[in-house]
């Protein structure tokens, strides 16, 4: 345990992430107006592909923003990767990019639930990891509730969509996504099996 919370405080303090710009959340509201074809008017995307948007961390929202920019800089070879994102944010600018990120943190929080007979495996899989494969426990970087660290720019999980959910575990444990600090979720999600993605994903779904 000690050993944890000095490698997790070592990596705040290595990985923090700023930007400059200070968001606006009625600038924001105004420049969504595209966004909400996918995430819904507030942030609360109808649709499992995609993520809910509704309360996440302003520093996060940023964070993703600005990488997918840079992977349409660099033919994705940097960034985070996606065709569809990667398009919409091209022409984005740093306030631009700001206004979004303290619109969307400014709804209310995201809400899912979580089917009964996953909790106990769930919560236990979440809060303990497993020592034997050496699967470091979720809530040490996003809490007990799943709500993460802003200041980390560790995203606030609670809520999201299962199906979106399993979709980025399984994208850290291939490789194809890349965009977290330090590899932390490639190492984690690497070591996870189908049933461990599916059991952790439904559980996290039902957080708040």
Known sequence: MKKLALFVGLYLGLTGVTFAATGD????????QVCAACHGPTGSSPSDMYPKLNGQHASYIAKQLH???????????????????Q???????DQDIADLAAYFASQD?????????????????????????KI?????????RGDGMGLA???????????????QLEMFRSGERANDMNGMMRDVASKLTDEDIELLSQYISGLY
């Open 87 to 93: 398009g919409q944010v091209a022409a984005l600018n």
């Open 109 to 133: 929080p995201m809400q899912g639930t979580a089917p009964e007979d996953v909790v106990e495996a769930g919560q236990a899989f979440y809060m303990g990891g497993d020592e034997e494969r």
């Open 25 to 32: 959340a009625e600038a924001g509201k105004a420049k969504s």
């Open 153 to 167: 720019t560790f995203p606030d999980i609670s809520g999201q969509h299962t199906a979106y959910l399993i979709t």
């Open 67 to 85: 990488d997918y920019k840079l992977a349409a800089e660099t033919g994705g070879e940097e960034g985070r990767a996606n065709a569809i994102m």
């Open 136 to 144: 470091a426990a979720c809530v040490a970087c996003h809490g007990p």
